[in-house]
């Protein structure tokens, strides 16, 4: 049954407190989009009457929220910053998913939530946006947008698509030339939606590319206790190479302390205290990508419910800042089986348009991430852009031979105008 009660105690630890936004509603198309359509598997006006399992959604959303970190945590070196916003990529390929079918829609759906149905699905994407932006306290904004290759798939487009992320995302949906113009307003919204945290996604467009979806997110919290002078200290902190780094350290306190049986940590409370920021520690020392790899959605909440309000939790932390970007392809069709979806003769997205030829796929999911913890509190962003892009089907050709096996004709050529720059005869061949 459907549940609209706020559940996300459970995951304040991760997704929540690195992107977590309120709904956008920009549906306004640049250009009437004039395409026959398709049916939709489901409607907009029905959507909202959609029952789903909230618990069977959660734990789907947390299972690939761990995965999905580990897998980028094991992709990257032992020095490098890694931070995901699972929130975001949802978000995204909830859009991507909303044009699915067959094959590549059961995989998009079974990868998010094994055992939810796709339009199960689709309505918890909308009642989780929704309930992102219940926080009276925290600065949170979800942004999507839709933007259409006028030269190549405007005319083709499903009307009904475009309507239904208007109606179920808030996107914003554009038919604009995908040319250097277009790559520049791109980036701006993209600017004007993170809060300026996160400058570009893109820095071309394809002549292939026929369909960028992208969603934005950006959040800004206080501390819901604020760190006074007395608090902030110079400090060292070591890096997983080994090497020292000065940095200014907030000296806190916490009545939650965390200990499972390779790591430690605290919680600090964001103002409204529907957020905050949890801290995990590894009891190991050196790079803590490993640890993050190895985790998974049952070792979380086992950290999670280790919680004890026994001690008086003397907690340190630096003010620092990171950017990490990650073109998730591979995790995705690999790690995680969206095969089809990238496959050019095998993705089935008719539901966002049918092609006269060829056919669209997945030729990039890229993602981005910012954020910014200091003494007054946390800024972070994310931006996830999925492009797809038109094949065209090799149509079979008629067999011929030619065989040098006799004397032949044979020239070099100029190709700006086919003129031979070399052109002779070849008779004889000596042994």
Same mark, same amino acid.
């Given at each position: 049954? @459907? @549940?609209?009660?706020?559940? #996300?105690?459970? #995951?304040?630890?991760?997704?929540?407190?690195?992107?977590?936004?309120?709904?956008?509603?920009?549906?306004?198309?640049?250009?009437?989009?004039?395409?026959?359509?398709?049916?939709?598997?489901?409607?907009?006006?029905?959507?909202?009457?959609?029952?789903?399992?909230?618990?069977?959604?959660?734990?789907?959303?947390?299972?690939?929220?761990?995965?999905?970190?580990?897998?980028?945590?094991?992709?990257?070196?032992?020095? &490098?910053?890694?931070?995901?916003?699972?929130?975001?990529?949802?978000?995204?390929?909830?859009?991507?998913?909303?044009?699915?079918?067959?094959?590549?829609?059961?995989?998009?759906?079974?990868?998010?939530?094994?055992?939810?149905?796709?339009?199960? #699905?689709?309505?918890?994407? %909308?009642?989780?946006?929704?309930?992102?932006?219940?926080?009276?306290?925290?600065?949170?904004?979800?942004? $999507?947008?839709?933007?259409?290759?006028?030269?190549?798939?405007?005319?083709?487009?499903?009307?009904?698509?475009?309507?239904?992320?208007?109606?179920?995302?808030?996107?914003?949906?554009?038919?604009?030339?995908?040319?250097?113009?277009?790559?520049?307003?791109?980036?701006?919204?993209?600017?004007?939606?993170?809060?300026?945290?996160?400058?570009?996604?893109?820095?071309?467009?394809?002549?292939?590319?026929?369909?960028?979806?992208?969603?934005?997110?950006?959040?800004?919290?206080?501390?819901?206790?604020?760190?006074?002078?007395?608090?902030?200290?110079?400090?060292?902190?070591?890096?997983?190479?080994?090497?020292?780094?000065?940095?200014?350290?907030?000296?806190?306190?916490?009545?939650?302390?965390? &200990?499972?049986?390779?790591?430690?940590?605290?919680?600090?409370?964001?103002?409204?205290?529907?957020?905050?920021?949890?801290?995990?520690?590894?009891?190991?020392?050196?790079?803590?990508?490993?640890?993050?790899?190895? !985790?998974?959605?049952?070792?979380? $909440?086992?950290?999670?419910?280790?919680?004890?309000?026994?001690?008086?939790?003397?907690?340190?932390?630096? &003010?620092? @800042?990171?950017?990490?970007?990650?073109?998730?392809?591979?995790?995705?069709?690999?790690?995680?089986?969206?095969?089809?979806?990238?496959?050019?003769?095998?993705?089935?997205?008719?539901?966002?348009?049918?092609?006269?030829?060829?056919?669209?796929?997945?030729?990039?999911?890229?993602? %981005?991430?910012?954020?910014?913890?200091?003494?007054?509190?946390?800024?972070?962003?994310?931006?996830?852009?999925?492009?797809?892009?038109?094949?065209?089907?090799?149509?079979?050709?008629?067999? %011929?031979?030619?065989?040098?096996?006799?004397?032949?004709?044979?020239?070099?050529?100029?190709?700006? $105008?086919?003129?031979?720059?070399?052109?002779?005869? !070849? $008779?004889?061949?000596?042994?």
């Amino acid at each position: 049954m @459907k @549940k609209r009660k706020n559940q #996300l105690a459970m #995951l304040l630890g991760f997704g929540l407190c690195i992107g977590t936004t309120a709904c956008a509603s920009n549906g306004s198309s640049e250009e009437t989009l004039t395409a026959e359509t398709t049916e939709m598997q489901y409607s907009s006006e029905d959507i909202a009457n959609i029952e789903y399992d909230e618990s069977l959604m959660l734990t789907g959303y947390q299972n690939f929220s761990m995965q999905l970190f580990g897998e980028c945590s094991s992709a990257a070196n032992a020095e &490098e910053n890694v931070m995901i916003s699972p929130t975001s990529v949802m978000m995204a390929l909830e859009m991507v998913d909303a044009g699915a079918n067959g094959a590549t829609e059961e995989q998009i759906t079974q990868m998010l939530c094994p055992g939810a149905q796709n339009e199960e #699905l689709q309505a918890y994407t %909308k009642d989780y946006a929704e309930q992102l932006q219940e926080s009276e306290d925290v600065t949170m904004h979800i942004a $999507n947008s839709v933007w259409i290759n006028q030269a190549t798939l405007a005319s083709q487009i499903n009307n009904d698509y475009v309507e239904y992320l208007e109606d179920n995302f808030g996107a914003l949906a554009k038919a604009v030339p995908f040319d250097n113009d277009t790559v520049e307003e791109m980036n701006e919204w993209v600017m004007d939606n993170t809060d300026n945290m996160i400058d570009k996604i893109v820095d071309r467009l394809s002549e292939d590319a026929a369909l960028m979806l992208i969603n934005a997110i950006s959040f800004e919290a206080k501390w819901e206790e604020p760190y006074e002078e007395y608090q902030i200290d110079d400090g060292e902190f070591t890096n997983a190479d080994g090497t020292t780094a000065d940095v200014t350290m907030l000296n806190g306190s916490s009545k939650a302390y965390y &200990e499972s049986d390779d790591a430690t940590g605290f919680i600090q409370y964001y103002a409204g205290g529907e957020y905050a920021f949890v801290a995990i520690l590894p009891k190991e020392e050196g790079s803590a990508n490993e640890y993050a790899a190895n !985790m998974t959605a049952q070792s979380y $909440n086992e950290f999670m419910e280790s919680v004890s309000y026994d001690y008086d939790v003397e907690t340190q932390m630096p &003010e620092f @800042k990171s950017e990490y970007e990650i073109v998730m392809n591979d995790i995705l069709c690999n790690q995680f089986g969206m095969r089809d979806a990238f496959d050019p003769e095998k993705a089935d997205f008719t539901n966002i348009a049918m092609l006269d030829e060829g056919n669209l796929y997945i030729s990039t999911v890229l993602h %981005k991430t910012y954020i910014e913890l200091d003494r007054n509190g946390t800024r972070a962003a994310a931006v996830t852009a999925i492009q797809l892009d038109s094949c065209s089907a090799d149509m079979p050709r008629e067999i %011929k031979s030619v065989i040098l096996d006799r004397p032949f004709v044979y020239a070099i050529i100029h190709t700006s $105008n086919n003129q031979p720059v070399f052109i002779g005869t !070849m $008779n004889t061949i000596a042994e």
